[in-house]
Nanobody, 124 residues
Framework: QVQLIESGGGLVQAGDSLRLSCAAS????????MGWFRQAPGKEREFVAA????????LYADSVKGRFTISRDNAKSTVYLQMNSLKPEDTAVYYC?????????????????WGQGTQVTVSS
């Protein structure tokens, strides 16, 4: 069992930056690939970024490439999402997720564990 707790969300203006954190507790964090998804009101949950274990491979949605960076600190059992040049269309609830395999196809059906989500709101 892995518990995931996100933090770092908030209200920012377009062009600002935020860093989300996801602290994991439980067993074998280092054996999970970690990802971030987001869900805007009235829309389906979508993949944002993922990092493999031991963090040698990263994957990004086209909409965030070049602006967002995912990383993990296995010693702290924490995964981060650095978000730069934020846009109003990045507004969503952001969810941390853990997957016990590595894949290039990150569907919302894939994660075994989810966090509770953290709200990111970007004003224009």
């Amino acid at each position: 069992q892995v518990q995931l707790i996100e933090s770092g969300g908030g209200l920012v203006q377009a062009g600002d930056s935020l860093r989300l954190s996801c602290a994991a507790s439980g067993r074998a964090f280092n054996m999970y690939s970690m990802g971030w998804f987001r869900q805007a009101p009235g829309k389906e949950r979508e993949f944002v970024a993922a990092v493999s274990w031991p963090a040698s491979i990263t994957l990004y949605a086209d909409s965030v490439k070049g602006r967002f960076t995912i990383s993990r600190d296995n010693a702290k059992s924490t995964v981060y999402l650095q978000m730069n040049s934020l846009k109003p269309e990045d507004t969503a609830v952001y969810y941390c997720a853990a997957v016990n395999v590595w894949t290039a196809e990150w569907s919302p059906k894939l994660p075994k564990y989810w966090g509770q989500g953290t709200q990111v709101t970007v004003s224009s």
